[in-house]
T-cell receptor, first 114, second 114 residues
């Protein structure tokens, strides 16, 4: 079955530290990839997405992600986190083709300490 | 802002009572979705719609039904609410006509079943 794995369930960082959140998907064909962020008490917001082209995609708020096809990975990065980045981050994959379904990982809760 | 509203935003109900949640969108999107969000599970798809009167099941559809009589409204009904259906429910739309377009989410409904 198609799935998305986020191996870091809870990450605690100090301000200015670098961030990398792992995401792996299990699907052999063409897939569109997304990172969403959910701030406390709010809905999911799109951070960035990859459909095709340059595997290094830049999103809002200084986030970026790199698609590595050979590793089935789409890791999220930010060089220097801020307290305001405290949130839950979800990776999602959407295989192109017949299915409309967006498959989510279980999320990574990031706490940034001032 | 994806033009998605959900009502009610919060609801407390008792086991065995019927509950209907409403998702309303103003941008004439074809595809609409209902998810539930639970700790440790990420977002799981309940039902989705690909047009007026066209709906299909997601991975956790038991105990839920949906209806879409107008493009702008997608209703989720719990016929007889159970405590296991206590959750946060999110509606989403596809921003485009293709099945692999980006999904945008509504503000969510927090449902508590006592």
């Amino acid at each position: 079955a198609q799935s998305v794995s986020q191996h870091n369930h809870h990450v605690i960082l100090s301000e200015a530290a670098s961030l990398e959140l792992g995401c792996n998907y299990s699907y052999g064909g063409t897939v569109n990839l997304f990172w969403y962020v959910q701030y406390p008490g709010q809905h999911l917001q799109l951070l960035l997405k990859y459909f095709s082209g340059d595997p290094l995609v830049k999103g809002i708020k200084g986030f970026e992600a790199e698609f590595i096809k050979s590793k089935f990975s789409f890791n999220l990065r930010k060089p220097s986190v801020q307290w305001s980045d405290t949130a839950e981050y979800f990776c999602a994959a959407r295989p192109s083709g017949a299915t409309n379904k967006l498959i989510f990982g279980t999320g990574t809760l990031l706490a940034v300490q001032p | 802002d994806a033009g998605i509203t959900q009502s009610p935003r919060h609801k407390v109900t008792e086991t065995g009572t019927p509950v209907t949640l409403r998702c309303h969108q103003t941008e004439n999107h074809r595809y609409m979705y209902w998810y539930r969000q639970d700790p440790g599970h990420g977002l799981r798809l309940i039902h989705y719609s690909y047009g007026v009167k066209d709906t299909d099941k997601g991975e956790v559809s038991d105990g839920y039904s949906v209806s879409r009589s107008k493009t702008e409204d997608f209703l989720l009904t719990l016929e007889s609410a159970t405590s296991s259906q206590t959750s946060v429910y999110f509606c989403a739309v596809d921003w485009g006509e293709r099945s692999t377009d980006t999904q945008y989410f509504g503000p969510g409904t927090r449902l508590t079943v006592l």
